[in-house]
């Protein structure tokens, strides 16, 4: 997984506004987002990445006061590519739920957007 390229990285925590549409698309709304504007100096390994991230998300987490039950993620790249993905927090929650591992559902679910 290249990480090298990545300059910047949004959560956001959303509410569902919409059914998915024929394009498999939705409208959400975001309640918060917190964004990681990666630095040059900034260890662009899995371990980095996957510590940052949930930080983000705890935090995000801890500070909501609305009623959300989505995360978004935008992750862009040096040529100003964005790669943009949302998940319920419910399958969020089962990923690290039926994990056999310890592992971070949203560095997970990073890694499914990457490859997406």
Request: hydrophobic share 35%; no cysteine.
């Amino acid at each position: 997984m290249n990480l090298n390229k990545i300059t910047s990285i949004k959560l956001s925590l959303m509410k569902k506004d919409s059914d998915v549409n024929n394009d498999g698309k939705a409208n959400y709304l975001k309640e918060i987002t917190g964004t990681l504007v990666v630095p040059e100096d900034f260890p662009k390994n899995e371990e980095a990445f996957s510590q940052i991230l949930t930080q983000i998300y705890e935090s995000l987490l801890e500070e909501n006061n609305n009623s959300v039950d989505s995360l978004g993620i935008w992750i862009e790249f040096e040529d100003s590519t964005i790669l943009e993905n949302a998940i319920s927090l419910d399958t969020l929650n089962n990923i690290k739920e039926y994990s056999k591992e310890d592992m971070s559902p949203v560095f997970e679910f990073f890694k499914i957007t990457l490859v997406d």
